[in-house]
């Protein structure tokens, strides 16, 4: 489950049986088994 934030751009991320995720949108986070999240990169390379 992943829950972002737009007051403060933040990032919650929740995987069963792991400690919760808190960061930042611009941030990458590793999730889902080397899977890399960044939503500014995203949005960027969506253009």
């Known amino acids: 489950m992943i829950w972002y934030t737009t007051n403060d751009e933040g990032v ?3 995987e069963p049986e792991k400690d919760w ?4 949108w611009d941030k990458d986070i590793m999730i ?3 899977t890399i999240l960044n939503l ?5 390379n969506n253009k």
Request: glycine share 0%; no cysteine.
């Open 21 to 24: 995720i808190l960061s930042r």
């Open 32 to 34: 889902l088994d080397q």
């Open 12 to 14: 919650l991320i929740a």
């Open 40 to 44: 500014v990169k995203l949005i960027q």
